[in-house]
């Protein structure tokens, strides 16, 4: 089947019925539910792009030449690095970089597992046929993905089989001739329920000893699979207008717990089956991690533009581009930006073929953007708020504007230095949205948080760095000081 439209993704979801729960209540229709219904138009968009810009977005399936998402290639050179990243950011442009969950996230995963699948053989042969398999099924039927990796927050202190009630988080309850009942809750699925699948793999961070066997588990199924349940966070979507709430009207991407009451897993779906020295070692291994973190920087400095665009046009709507510290903040904007596109050329340009042969970017230059961004997000949506203050909150709605008595009134006060009051604070709407309304805050916990804690990914990032060259660079440079005294 060739790549989706809007439409079929649409349709897909209507007729797959997963089951959704928010505030207490089960969603009869996705499609149709306020909470959702806005970002699965943004999603319908994406897909719908692919065929407005077809030599961008499609390619030609090896297997069976119908035109597939680009964003699902496996490149064999750098060109295709390049192809396959430009793909990902026209995908990004759509919402300034605000869909973290524009499939291409996952795509990048399934392709590098589907691909680097030797690992999973170490559990089954068949495991590792599963996972190529499942690479030309999600690519030839575009199939939408959500993932789940993280076990609920109970005890952090303990191992999963210490916990007090061990049973809590996802785990393995039989093994059968035709395959795996599981049971058991997992964190966090970002556009849970809304996708056509979801991937169960180990967190990207945390390793886990023989003894949580039993939760080391990688599998896909559908969303709609029986006993499976989204159990979704309130919406950040309030039902406003894309004027009044320019990026959560539209963008609101959701994240559900996900329950798993006694869900059967068919074999051909299982990666891996209770064995945590695989689970430790897929991301790395498969190289999943390689690709999915060049998607994130791909996406990232489209995010970094839009911040930038954002900044810069504040700064000209109340003629404060000429104070210095206000050019010293858009200059941190600049040089997050600079820096993000420098880590990504070194990324692609010390690109190497793996043991599949499939082109893959240099790590260490996306790892330090990926330990980096998380870290100076935060910072730029401080910067928009220092840059902005009240004017973030004096930001009165459309129906203001269009309200005979204090529509007037407003125009006229809320101007700018060359904007009028209803473009001014539509500016100042967005720049309020991205940063401050609910939409915004989670925008900044999601960059810090998604890939993995930050902190601990830093740990093993220092951990891993080489830290010997450094060393014996200091200590040749001692030893060559002498203690004697330079003579005048
Ligand atoms: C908006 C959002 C969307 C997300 N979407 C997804 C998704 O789609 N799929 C998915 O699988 N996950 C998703 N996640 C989850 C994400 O992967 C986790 O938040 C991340 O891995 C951190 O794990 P945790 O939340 O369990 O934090 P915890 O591990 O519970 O950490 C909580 C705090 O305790 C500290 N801490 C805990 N243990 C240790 C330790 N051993 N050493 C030092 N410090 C420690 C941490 O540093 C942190 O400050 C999402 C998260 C967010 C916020």
Same mark, same amino acid.
């Given at each position: 089947? #060739?790549?989706?439209?809007? +439409?079929?993704?649409? !349709?897909?979801?209507?007729?797959?019925?997963?089951?959704?729960?928010?505030?207490?209540?089960?969603?009869?229709?996705?499609?149709?539910?306020?909470?959702?219904?806005? %970002?699965? +138009?943004?999603?319908?968009?994406?897909?719908?792009?692919?065929?407005?810009?077809?030599?961008?977005?499609?390619?030609?399936?090896?297997?069976?030449?119908?035109?597939?998402? =680009?964003?699902?290639?496996?490149?064999?050179?750098?060109?295709?690095?390049?192809?396959?990243?430009?793909?990902?950011?026209?995908?990004?442009?759509?919402?300034?970089?605000?869909?973290?969950?524009?499939?291409?996230?996952?795509?990048?995963?399934?392709?590098?597992?589907?691909?680097?699948?030797?690992?999973?053989?170490?559990? *089954?042969?068949?495991?590792?046929?599963? /996972?190529?398999? &499942?690479?030309? &099924?999600?690519?030839?039927?575009?199939?939408?993905?959500?993932?789940?990796?993280?076990?609920?927050?109970?005890?952090?202190?303990?191992?999963?089989?210490?916990? +007090?009630?061990?049973?809590?988080?996802?785990?393995?309850?039989?093994?059968?001739?035709?395959?795996?009942?599981? *049971?058991?809750?997992?964190?966090?699925?970002?556009?849970?329920?809304?996708? *056509?699948?979801?991937?169960?793999?180990? $967190?990207?961070?945390?390793? /886990?000893?023989?003894?949580?066997?039993? &939760?080391?588990?990688?599998?896909?199924? #559908?969303?709609?699979?029986?006993?499976? +349940?989204?159990? $979704?966070?309130?919406?950040?979507?309030?039902?406003?207008? *894309?004027?009044?709430?320019?990026?959560?009207?539209?963008?609101?991407?959701?994240?559900?717990? %996900?329950?798993?009451?006694?869900?059967?897993?068919?074999?051909?779906?299982?990666?891996?089956?209770?064995?945590?020295?695989?689970?430790?070692?897929?991301?790395?291994?498969?190289?999943?991690?390689?690709?999915?973190?060049?998607?994130?920087?791909?996406?990232?400095?489209?995010?970094?533009?839009?911040?930038?665009?954002?900044?810069?046009? =504040?700064?000209?709507?109340?003629?404060?581009?000429?104070?210095?510290?206000?050019?010293?903040?858009? /200059?941190?904007?600049?040089?997050?930006?600079?820096?993000?596109?420098?880590?990504?050329?070194?990324?692609?340009?010390?690109?190497?073929?793996?043991?599949?042969?499939?082109?893959?970017?240099?790590?260490?230059?996306?790892?330090?953007?990926?330990?980096?961004?998380?870290?100076?997000?935060?910072?730029?949506?401080?910067?928009?708020?220092?840059?902005?203050?009240?004017?973030?909150?004096?930001?009165?709605?459309? /129906?203001?504007?269009?309200?005979?008595?204090?529509?007037?009134?407003?125009?006229?006060?809320?101007?700018?230095?060359?904007?009028?009051?209803? !473009?001014?604070?539509?500016?100042?709407?967005?720049?309020?949205?991205?940063?401050?309304?609910?939409?915004?805050?989670?925008?900044?916990? &999601? !960059?810090?948080?998604?890939?993995?804690?930050?902190?601990?990914?830093?740990?093993?990032?220092?951990?891993?760095?080489?830290?010997?060259?450094?060393?014996?660079?200091?200590?040749?440079?001692?030893?060559?000081?002498?203690?004697?005294?330079? $003579?005048?």
């Amino acid at each position: 089947m #060739p790549a989706k439209t809007g +439409k079929q993704y649409i !349709e897909g979801l209507k007729k797959a019925n997963n089951n959704v729960y928010i505030q207490g209540e089960r969603v009869d229709d996705v499609t149709e539910h306020p909470a959702f219904k806005n %970002v699965i +138009k943004s999603m319908a968009n994406l897909y719908d792009l692919q065929y407005e810009k077809p030599e961008k977005m499609l390619y030609t399936s090896p297997t069976t030449g119908d035109k597939v998402g =680009m964003t699902f290639l496996q490149p064999r050179s750098v060109e295709d690095l390049i192809k396959r990243r430009e793909a990902m950011q026209e995908w990004a442009r759509t919402s300034g970089g605000m869909m973290g969950r524009s499939p291409d996230y996952l795509n990048a995963e399934v392709m590098a597992m589907g691909v680097n699948n030797s690992l999973f053989a170490e559990g *089954d042969p068949r495991f590792a046929e599963n /996972a190529r398999n &499942y690479y030309e &099924y999600a690519r030839e039927n575009d199939i939408s993905l959500t993932h789940t990796l993280i076990h609920p927050q109970v005890n952090r202190a303990k191992a999963q089989h210490q916990q +007090k009630d061990a049973n809590v988080a996802l785990h393995l309850v039989e093994e059968r001739p035709d395959g795996i009942i599981v *049971d058991g809750i997992r964190l966090l699925a970002t556009q849970g329920g809304i996708t *056509d699948e979801i991937l169960v793999f180990p $967190s990207t961070v945390k390793k /886990a000893g023989e003894l949580d066997d039993p &939760y080391s588990l990688a599998f896909a199924i #559908p969303n709609n699979t029986p006993g499976l +349940k989204f159990i $979704s966070r309130e919406s950040f979507d309030y039902g406003k207008n *894309d004027w009044d709430h320019p990026l959560g009207s539209r963008f609101e991407e959701g994240d559900a717990i %996900v329950s798993f009451e006694n869900v059967f897993v068919p074999w051909e779906r299982v990666f891996v089956c209770g064995n945590s020295s695989v689970c430790n070692r897929t991301f790395k291994e498969t190289n999943a991690v390689v690709h999915m973190a060049h998607q994130v920087l791909a996406k990232n400095i489209v995010k970094t533009e839009f911040v930038l665009g954002v900044a810069l046009s =504040m700064m000209d709507a109340i003629g404060i581009d000429g104070f210095q510290h206000v050019q010293d903040k858009g /200059a941190e904007i600049m040089l997050t930006l600079e820096t993000m596109k420098s880590h990504l050329y070194r990324a692609e340009h010390n690109a190497k073929l793996d043991k599949s042969g499939t082109m893959t970017p240099d790590f260490a230059a996306l790892d330090a953007a990926r330990n980096w961004y998380p870290r100076i997000y935060p910072r730029l949506s401080e910067i928009i708020r220092i840059l902005g203050a009240s004017g973030l909150m004096g930001i009165p709605t459309e /129906a203001d504007f269009n309200h005979d008595e204090i529509g007037p009134i407003i125009h006229r006060g809320l101007q700018g230095k060359n904007l009028e009051g209803y !473009e001014r604070v539509q500016l100042f709407r967005l720049a309020w949205d991205m940063t401050l309304s609910a939409f915004g805050s989670r925008q900044t916990h &999601y !960059e810090y948080y998604f890939f993995g804690d930050p902190i601990r990914m830093g740990m093993t990032y220092f951990d891993n760095y080489d830290k010997e060259p450094y060393k014996n660079y200091i200590q040749d440079f001692l030893k060559k000081s002498t203690g004697v005294k330079a $003579s005048n």
